[in-house]
């Protein structure tokens, strides 16, 4: 304010004066904070201010001359700062938006009250002020005087840009919708677009009051920015917008215009897309120009006047005019595109879209013509053609309008059946899959799209499927495909459904407690393969899942045991469930019944026995991991078999079985034993519940493998025997059969147990066991080898009554045939029958008859056994030769497997047992046995060394075994000499002076 204006004030004393100049500071001081721009400019203002007001107060102490330049001193103080407290005042109550458009002017008036302030505190006179105060005036006018306020960076930088938009005119929406932003977040305004139009609309009605003022200028400037800003999607509604656009088009003509001749640059011949003006006032296009001037030419193009500058001025007004020119033509076109879509003609359509997609692509202006004609159905009509290029042209210039706005994605959703017709591109070929895919992300950024996707059929799965690409953008497009539709469980369960599991498992893990309980309903319902129940517990599920396991809830304890449940088929699995300390919990649960529902135990029970199976495997073994840690346990454990119902029981009878089994299988057995473990197991092998029983004669087995006889001998009657053999007559469950025939084969050798056994019709059943036609099933050849080992105890040579039951029942040609077909053990224990049948054939064979010699010409000679010189027979002497045994058992030494190797020896060597020998190398010579027993001289079982060395030191008592032999036998019993222990080197040795190769004086002697 001019220091000119104040010609008098009214007549107050100067203590007043001063008194009501430094309450309006005050009253100013107070305005500037609640200014809503500005904030620290105003703050610097206000921090001059009480640095005057502080000068004010001294100086009216000691100041007593009424002096007129003092009172005007402050007159214009008292006004200037009542101007900026009106103008503090306007700035916390006008619209945001405008004041931060009218910042800078706002600055300027800050500026000038200051420089006016510190003109009237140079009116003051100094006098009579001391040095300290006067040095304090004096530097705060200073300070004043070069005051300056400015913008910040940011602010800066945003007007520049409106200023820049204004003038050039033509501005996209993406520019409108920035600087709407950006000027949003400066001034404060919150950017939802309710608040943002609100702010918009106050903004017009602010200039709607300076055209009435006295500010055109302003006023002019204000609407200009409207302009600019109203392009932005927040401050017009796609209803106005659409109405303005289908005006605008209306009132065009249909047809093209042809560019005017001005339009055309006098160079290229081309409308000009930046045309410029030179010296001569002729104008260019820009790029032409700038060449000709590089090429040397100072002249005009056109006139051929030599140029004094050669300064390039933009001509905006054609520019503005070309522009006009080009969108006019470009919407006629945007129009005439539409009916074509339609057409019958696929290479029409294939043109038409290619056309319309170039005009997207080409500017933003034109998306939104094309929205507000709305082709958005006709597009979508079009994913439902035949001809794979227009569904993939079509998909891609959805894809364009889609990225283009939020409002576009919603009406792109909102066609009818859409998102059905995109789902089912996503199933195509890569190309219009990838676009499927895409136009889906971009979709699914809106709250139309998001909320339906995930409802479309098959819509998740093939995102899921996409996940594993080998493109990285399509894989790269689904997972923030995926991560968009996770913010409904629904979705999230899809997801789980098709093996995607990260969203459900961030939910497991975090989420709240109903999401969570619903999650693990999930985990606990849906068919995983064993590699994804991997992943699950690799990835975290475990840990959630142990946490809902402690829940106080019994609805989420029963969820939680059912997805565990799920889960742990899996040996891994179940280790580190034990790892993680699930056990405490889980017996707890299963201990306390006050705890909970019977349901649940028994669910328990069943993640328990699973638990059980992991503890069976080489990893538990290594790591030393078990189920149960003592005596206590396995007592807490297997007492409740007795005080359960029939789930709990049969999961806790299979625990045990898979704990039998383990490592640590010797130490339970032993200690189930001692708990008298076998007595209960004898009555559950009565019961009526086939699954309970099962369970009990499985474990009663594996009990049986390593007991001592007391303990059997003591609860194993002929009543069990009974039971026994009637389950392996009827049960249909293999298993069990088999694991009932291994007990048979497992209880003691005494004489009356094996008489139970013969009373009770056993052989009859080993016998059905043994020739069972579906011998091939791996638990029928458990059963068959279980069969074939109960038979030993029936063919001990010492009772020939027990020999010859077995012998009646034809079980001996069954044996020969499991020599051929039987597993390893088979063959050994039928090896083993076939030894102690063998051992009695001697005497059970029958002397040959003599013919008398008047009959010797009428009927032929009865010949005798080769081996025991009578007549023999598989019923009668259970002579092996007759039996055809020999063969197979030759073969068998060939074999692998050093037990059915020994009891195959064994069996052959009764054929050369005392004075059989010479008859019974014979035999062996003929069955090409003797190099298969030699080579055993190799073997690395020193039993079937030493047998083999006893055997040849027999045969080669014999002159002709030595000279068919003694040359193959030679190495192999010089390599034991050299390497054996003391008692085969010695053996060997014996042999070698058999055959010559060493004296009887030798030191191996």
């Known amino acids: 304010m001019e220091k000119g204006i104040i010609t008098s004030t009214p007549l107050v004393s100067l203590p007043e004066l001063f008194s009501q100049t430094i309450v309006a500071i005050f009253d100013c001081i107070h305005a500037a904070k609640g200014v809503l721009t500005q904030m620290e400019n105003f703050e610097k203002f206000s921090n001059y201010l009480e640095k005057i007001t502080f000068i004010l107060k001294e100086f009216s102490k000691s100041y007593v001359d009424d002096l007129e330049s003092l009172r005007k001193a402050l007159a214009i103080l008292n006004l200037e700062v009542k101007a900026v407290k009106q103008l503090a005042l306007e700035c916390g109550t006008r619209n945001k938006v405008y004041l931060f458009i009218s910042c800078r002017k706002i600055l300027k008036q800050l500026e000038n009250s200051t420089k006016e302030i510190c003109q009237a505190l140079s009116l003051i006179p100094l006098a009579s002020i001391d040095g300290p105060l006067r040095i304090r005036h004096n530097r705060l006018c200073k300070d004043m005087l070069e005051a300056e306020y400015s913008p910040g960076i940011v602010e800066d930088e945003i007007l520049e840009k409106i200023e820049s938009g204004?003038?050039?005119?033509?501005?996209?929406?993406?520019?409108?919708?920035?600087?709407?932003?950006?000027?949003?977040?400066?001034?404060?305004?919150?950017?939802?677009?309710?608040?943002?139009?609100?702010?918009?609309?106050?903004?017009?009605?602010?200039?709607?009051?300076?055209?009435?003022?006295?500010?055109?200028?302003?006023?002019?400037?204000?609407?200009?920015?409207?302009?600019?800003?109203?392009?932005?999607?927040?401050?017009?509604?796609?209803?106005?917008?659409?109405?303005?656009?289908?005006?605008?088009?209306?009132?065009?003509?249909?047809?093209?215009?042809?560019?005017?001749?001005?339009?055309?640059?006098?160079?290229?011949?081309?409308?000009?897309?930046?045309?410029?003006?030179?010296?001569?006032?002729?104008?260019?296009?820009?790029?032409?120009?700038?060449?000709?001037?590089?090429?040397?030419?100072?002249?005009?193009?056109?006139?051929?006047?030599?140029?004094?500058?050669?300064?390039?001025?933009?001509?905006?007004?054609?520019?503005?005019?070309?522009?006009?020119?080009?969108?006019?033509?470009?919407?006629?076109?945007?129009?005439?595109?539409?009916?074509?879509?339609?057409?019958?003609?696929?290479?029409?359509?294939?043109?038409?879209?290619?056309?319309?997609q170039d005009l997207c692509t080409e500017r933003e202006l034109h998306r939104v013509w094309v929205t507000f004609e709305d082709y958005k159905p006709i597009l979508i009509g079009l994913l439902s053609a035949k001809n794979r290029e227009i569904r993939t042209q079509a998909l891609a210039i959805l894809c364009?309008?889609?990225?283009?706005?939020?409002?576009?994605?919603?009406?792109?959703?909102?066609?009818?059946?859409?998102?059905?017709?995109?789902?089912?591109?996503?199933?195509?070929?890569?190309?219009?899959?990838?676009?499927?895919?895409?136009?889906?992300?971009?979709?699914?950024?809106?709250?139309?799209?998001?909320?339906?996707?995930?409802?479309?059929?098959?819509?998740?799965?093939?995102?899921?499927?996409?996940?594993?690409?080998?493109?990285a953008q399509a894989s790269g497009d689904s997972r923030e495909l995926l991560d968009n539709l996770s913010f409904l469980d629904q979705n999230i369960i899809e997801m789980a459904k098709a093996n995607y599991f990260k969203p459900l498992l961030q939910l497991l893990s975090s989420g709240p407690d109903n999401v969570r309980l619903l999650m693990a309903k999930t985990l606990s319902e849906i068919e995983l393969t064993d590699h994804h129940k991997l992943s699950l517990f690799k990835d975290g599920a475990l840990g959630p899942l142990l946490?809902?396991?402690?829940?106080?809830?019994?609805?989420?304890?029963?969820?939680?045991?059912?997805?565990?449940?799920?889960?742990?088929?899996?040996?891994?699995?179940?280790?580190?469930?034990?790892?993680?300390?699930?056990?405490?919990?889980?017996?707890?649960?299963?201990?306390r019944h006050s705890l909970s529902s019977p349901s649940l135990r028994e669910q328990v029970a069943a993640v328990i026995m699973h638990l059980a199976k992991s503890t069976n495997t080489e990893e538990a073994d290594r790591e030393q991991i078990s189920l149960v840690k003592s005596d206590e346990d396995i007592f807490k454990l297997f007492s409740l078999i007795s005080l359960t119902g029939p789930d709990i029981q049969r999961n806790i009878l299979q625990a045990f079985c898979e704990m039998c089994q383990s490592s640590s299988g010797l130490d339970i057995r032993a200690k189930l034993r001692q708990l008298s473990?076998?007595?209960?197991?004898?009555?559950?092998?009565?019961?009526?519940?086939?699954?309970?029983?099962?369970?009990?004669?499985?474990?009663?087995?594996?009990?049986?493998?390593?007991?001592?006889?007391?303990?059997?001998?003591?609860?194993?009657?002929?009543?069990?025997?009974?039971?026994?053999?009637?389950?392996?007559?009827?049960?249909?469950?293999?298993?069990?059969?088999?694991?009932?025939?291994?007990?048979?084969?497992?209880?003691?050798?005494?004489?009356?147990?094996?008489?139970?056994?013969l009373d009770s019709g056993a052989l009859d059943i080993i016998f059905v066991s043994m020739t069972d036609r579906y011998r091939n099933a791996s638990h029928k050849k458990q059963e068959i080898e279980n069969a074939v080992r109960a038979l030993c105890r029936f063919t001990l040579s010492t009772n020939k009554e027990w020999q010859k039951k077995v012998a009646e029942t034809g079980i001996i040609p069954v044996l020969v045939q499991l020599l051929v077909s039987g597993t390893s053990l088979t063959k050994q224990n039928a090896a083993i029958s076939l030894k102690q049948f063998s051992e009695s054939s001697t005497s059970l064979s029958h002397p040959v008859k003599k013919t008398k010699a008047f009959l010797c010409c009428f009927a032929a000679t009865e010949t005798g056994c080769p081996v025991h010189q009578g007549i023999c027979s598989v019923e009668s002497s259970f002579c092996i030769l007759e039996a055809n045994a020999v063969e197979p058992l030759v073969r068998i030494l060939g074999e692998g497997d050093l037990g059915a190797c020994e009891a195959s020896l064994d069996a052959l060597l009764t054929l050369i047992d005392d004075e059989r020998l010479q008859n019974g190398c014979k035999v062996l010579v003929k069955a090409n046995a003797i190099p298969p027993i030699i080579k055993l001289l190799s073997s690395t079982s020193t039993i079937l060394q030493e047998k083999t060395l006893r055997a040849l030191e027999r045969m080669f008592r014999l002159a002709e075994m030595k000279q068919a032999y003694a040359t193959l036998a030679q190495m192999p019993l010089v390599d034991i000499t050299q390497r054996g222990t003391g008692g085969m080197k010695s053996l060997a040795a014996k042999v070698l002076a058999q055959l010559n190769v060493l004296g009887e004086q030798s030191s191996y002697f």
């Not at 995109?422 to 199933?427: D, E, G, Q, T, Y």
């Not at 995102?463 to 080998?470: A, G, P, W, Y």
Request: charged share 25%; net charge negative; glycine share 4%.
């Open 677 to 757: 473990a076998v007595q209960v197991l004898v009555q559950l092998c009565e019961v009526n519940n086939h699954l309970v029983r099962a369970s009990a004669v499985k474990l009663f087995c594996c009990l049986t493998v390593d007991g001592d006889d007391t303990s059997f001998q003591e609860h194993v009657g002929q009543r069990c025997i009974d039971t026994l053999l009637r389950i392996i007559k009827t049960s249909s469950d293999e298993e069990e059969t088999a694991a009932a025939m291994g007990i048979v084969s497992n209880l003691p050798k005494d004489i009356e147990m094996t008489q139970w056994l």
């Open 166 to 356: 204004v003038k050039e005119r033509y501005v996209d929406r993406c520019y409108a919708n920035y600087l709407l932003l950006s000027i949003a977040e400066a001034a404060g305004v919150p950017d939802e677009q309710l608040a943002l139009k609100k702010e918009f609309e106050e903004l017009k009605s602010e200039i709607e009051d300076l055209k009435l003022g006295v500010d055109a200028t302003e006023a002019r400037r204000m609407e200009q920015i409207v302009m600019l800003l109203e392009k932005a999607d927040a401050t017009t509604s796609y209803e106005e917008k659409a109405q303005r656009y289908l005006d605008e088009r209306n009132s065009l003509g249909r047809q093209p215009l042809e560019p005017l001749q001005s339009f055309y640059c006098p160079i290229t011949m081309d409308v000009m897309v930046d045309p410029v003006e030179i010296s001569s006032g002729r104008t260019f296009e820009r790029s032409a120009i700038e060449r000709w001037f590089a090429d040397g030419n100072k002249h005009c193009p056109s006139t051929s006047i030599h140029l004094d500058s050669l300064v390039l001025q933009p001509n905006k007004t054609l520019r503005q005019s070309i522009e006009e020119w080009k969108d006019r033509n470009k919407m006629i076109t945007i129009v005439s595109i539409k009916p074509k879509l339609q057409s019958n003609e696929e290479q029409e359509v294939l043109q038409s879209l290619c056309e319309l």
């Open 547 to 591: 946490q809902l396991l402690s829940h106080d809830n019994l609805q989420v304890k029963t969820v939680a045991v059912r997805a565990l449940q799920n889960l742990l088929n899996l040996p891994q699995n179940g280790l580190q469930m034990i790892k993680e300390g699930a056990l405490e919990t889980l017996f707890e649960i299963l201990y």
């Open 400 to 471: 364009i309008l889609a990225k283009d706005s939020h409002d576009n994605k919603e009406r792109i959703a909102n066609v009818d059946r859409a998102l059905e017709s995109i789902v089912r591109s996503l199933a195509r070929q890569i190309k219009e899959s990838k676009l499927a895919l895409q136009l889906l992300l971009q979709l699914s950024r809106s709250s139309a799209g998001r909320d339906a996707i995930g409802t479309i059929q098959g819509c998740i799965f093939l995102v899921v499927t996409m996940l594993n690409s080998d493109d």
